[in-house]
């Protein structure tokens, strides 16, 4: 079983529509989560970093982590066609071994239509 | 704002041939982060590296990866004896503090040919 599982999309939404992108992971030392945006070949950039279970909103943001059912979201409100890029999720564990590195998903495609 | 560059933004080399990609990490930031990207796939894990020495490496990073901070700024990645399947895009990363989010740079593309 992969570790963290990302539907890789495409997917493909008209300008304003709510997006919502999600993953699953199987190991339970994964305790930070964060979703990183990839415009095509340039590096990952930071959207949102969460800890604890719940909702955390920054902006047209919201991640929603739920530790119980191993599941984290991104939803975006109002998308926009500048919103289209590749959105990866990733996680690391608490200190100990394998807590440095981040685990990432594989990544959904959007493409916002204007 | 501050942000981790790298070097070269592209770079092709023959089978074989050792190739060093240079990282300068954010100012103040302490720990320093390798991953890779192969065409299509996953974001991996690489090493990291936390005060002159790597404190956790992946399966990938065998005998002819290494790492080094030759100075207060750079951090190199080298590749001893390239091969086909080293091809792929090259991330920096470093935090201020351990478990800190992860800044990437803009990546280094690979291709051995």
């Known amino acids: 079983q992969k570790e963290v599982e990302q539907d890789p999309g495409p997917l493909s939404v008209p300008e304003g529509a709510i997006v919502s992108l999600n993953c699953t992971y199987s190991n339970s030392a994964f305790q930070y989560f964060m979703w990183y945006r990839q415009y095509s070949r340039k590096g990952p950039e930071l959207l949102m970093y969460?800890?604890?279970?719940g909702n955390k909103e920054d902006g047209r943001f919201t991640a929603q982590v739920d530790k119980s059912s191993k599941y984290i979201s991104l939803f975006i409100r109002d998308s926009q066609p500048s919103d289209s890029a590749t959105y990866l999720c990733?996680?690391?564990?608490?200190?100990?071994?394998?807590?440095?590195?981040?685990?990432f998903g594989k990544g959904t495609k959007l493409s916002v239509i204007p | 704002e501050p942000e981790v560059t790298q070097t070269p933004s592209h770079q092709v080399t023959q089978m074989g041939q050792e190739v060093i990609l240079r990282c300068v990490p954010i100012?103040?930031?302490?720990?320093f982060y390798w991953y890779r990207q192969i065409l299509g796939q996953k974001v991996e894990f690489l090493v990291s590296?936390?005060?002159?020495?790597?404190?956790?490496k992946s399966e990938i990073f065998d005998d002819q990866f290494s790492v080094e901070r030759p100075d207060g700024s750079n951090f190199t990645l080298k590749i001893r004896s390239t091969k086909l399947e080293d091809s792929a895009m090259y991330f920096c990363?470093?935090?201020?503090?351990?478990?800190?989010?992860?800044?990437f740079g803009p990546g280094t593309r690979l291709l051995v040919l």
């Open positions: 969460t800890y604890s279970s």
């Open positions: 990733a996680m690391s564990a608490l200190p100990g071994a394998g807590s440095y590195q981040l685990t």
């Open positions: 990363a470093s935090t201020r503090g351990f478990q800190e989010t992860q800044y």
């Open positions: 590296f936390y005060n002159n020495e790597i404190s956790e």
């Open positions: 100012s103040n930031h302490l720990y």
